[in-house]
């Protein structure tokens, strides 16, 4: 503190430099110039709370001593100025007008300076100070905000939108080359391709001696391609197909029947995130042995698209409401509805949930929960209840802004408090026997905190946030997490008690 004050002072009593640096020569001060102005410009307005630009401008200016702590910023006596060894070395007129164009010139100009005088700064280029700028902006103005610098942002919207080829994975068992996962609706489906089959060439090339990760580019190859595939089925006998290329997104729905129940595991949200879900209940209950109940297994599951999340909602629930979102922003305020696909119609559904369930996962449990449709059964979740919008800036990177805070169906924020489970599964397994015995008499033990937590309206004060939290503490899944559910599927006096009375 003494030695910020003491700079301050200097600051305030020392000459500086009346223009910026006139060469900097390695710093595109230019496409940095245009980056801040296009972010400042995108966030101030659509931020969930609100914020001013010059605020965003020096918070982020500040990350410039994150890159050199000798490099010291700061805003005083109507101006930016920038000191190093206890030196103001340069100094800038604060705007005449707050706007981004004006506050990233600015800002821009202190960066030259800094980019001079410290050999940190420049080693860290001119995509280290934007991204220096950003993490530093956010770390005083929202945790779930974030840039991501060009590079990374090709190889997020790729992962987002799949990989190219026929849907199979392949590794190597006993020598072979064999087939231990197919996605559903791929090209290796619909030529019969099976999991357990073994891949003998492919366009002529003999797997035999090859490597898993070789044979997986020999079947890779671009969009509206083909590649052929001769294999032996696991009867034995040989079958060869031209199977097709195609973009695939990657797989998110992994479904098996554990006993009497169809078990989904959604690892997150993406564009085909709905579809893995539907077929799977479709097959299941078209087939002659229909399973006695629905387990959406969600424990670790992060998010992804809350678009995604609200259609897998609707392939369960009737027509209404699946969750709100409210922002400053009109542009953020918006109801999604389900229109009512509602599968497998008066099946018990239960959701699995642990404490790194988050956001669009939580959206899926919440919206199950309130509209009766589903028994949540785990641990608090993460508590991650807001959406963000994106942009793409001037060097190709992406900006990712929280905008808007999502509330359950009944009204209640997901953010922080997280969903309460129906049936808590952390508090130990004499608490879990207690309540199993207490469902199975039709008293719901968890009532009066879920009924609490049901009435809570944003924003929710912290100390009621862990004392809500506190009836079912945050933890990570269990194996008996799925020993509940098929209890409650198999008891339909405890599924009952458990569910509570749906929304109004």
Not at 254 to 272: G, H, I, P, S
Request: glycine share 10%; charged share 15%.
């Amino acid at each position: 503190m003494i030695r910020l004050g003491l700079l301050f002072l200097l600051l305030l009593t020392i000459p500086v430099q009346a223009q910026p640096p006139l060469s900097t020569p390695g710093f595109n001060s230019q496409l940095t110039a245009e980056v801040y102005a296009a972010a400042l410009a995108f966030i101030e307005p659509r931020a969930l709370d609100p914020v001013t630009v010059p605020q965003l401008a020096v918070w982020g200016l500040r990350g410039l001593t994150a890159l050199d702590p000798d490099v010291i910023v700061g805003q005083t006596g109507g101006r930016l100025a920038l000191a190093m060894m206890q030196r103001t070395i340069y100094a800038v007129s604060l705007p005449a007008l707050p706007t981004p164009q004006a506050w990233a010139a600015a800002v821009v100009s202190i960066a030259q300076a800094a980019w001079v005088a410290s050999p940190a700064v420049r080693r860290a280029g001119t995509q280290g100070i934007i991204q220096s700028f950003f993490d530093e902006m956010f770390n005083h103005f929202d945790p779930y905000s974030r840039y991501t610098p060009p590079g990374q942002a090709a190889e997020d919207e790729a992962e987002r939108q799949g990989s190219v080829g026929i849907g199979v994975t392949v590794a190597v068992v006993r020598g072979a080359i064999v087939v231990t996962a197919i996605a559903p609706d791929s090209p290796a489906i619909g030529a019969g391709l099976r999991v357990g089959d073994r891949i003998l060439s492919v366009n002529g090339q003999s797997t035999v001696g090859q490597e898993s990760a070789t044979v997986a580019t020999w079947l890779g190859g671009p969009e509206g391609g083909a590649v052929r595939v001769v294999w032996r089925a696991r009867n034995g006998r040989m079958r060869q197909a031209e199977v097709a290329h195609m973009a695939l997104a990657p797989q998110t729905v992994f479904a098996q029947r554990v006993a009497t129940m169809l078990v989904l595991r959604l690892t997150e949200f993406n564009r085909d995130t709905d579809t893995g879900v539907d077929g799977p209940i479709s097959q299941a209950f078209n087939s002659r042995h229909r399973p006695d109940g629905i387990v959406l297994d969600l424990r670790g599951n992060r998010g992804g698209l809350l678009a995604e999340a609200v259609a897998v909602a609707d392939e369960l629930l009737p027509a209404g409401v699946v969750a709100i979102e409210q922002g400053r922003d009109p542009a953020a305020n918006r109801v999604w509805y389900s229109p009512g696909g509602e599968l497998a119609k008066d099946v018990p559904v239960i959701a699995l949930v642990d404490g790194r369930t988050a956001s669009a996962a939580e959206v899926l449990a919440a919206a199950l929960a309130d509209r009766g449709r589903a028994v949540v059964v785990g641990s608090s979740t993460f508590g991650k209840g807001v959406a963000q919008t994106f942009t793409t800036l001037p060097d190709g990177g992406e900006l990712f802004v929280t905008w808007s805070r999502v509330l359950a169906p009944l009204g209640w924020p997901i953010q922080g408090l997280g969903v309460l489970p129906q049936v808590c599964t952390s508090l130990g397994i004499d608490a879990l026997e207690r309540q199993l015995q207490a469902l199975a008499s039709g008293v719901q033990p968890m009532a009066a905190a879920i009924e609490r937590a049901r009435k809570i309206r944003a924003t929710v004060p912290a100390a009621e946030i862990v004392a809500l939290r506190s009836a079912c503490p945050a933890a990570e899944g269990r194996e008996l997490d799925l020993d509940v559910a098929h209890f409650l599927i198999e008891n339909p006096v405890a599924y009952a008690a458990a569910l509570l009375p749906p929304m109004r």
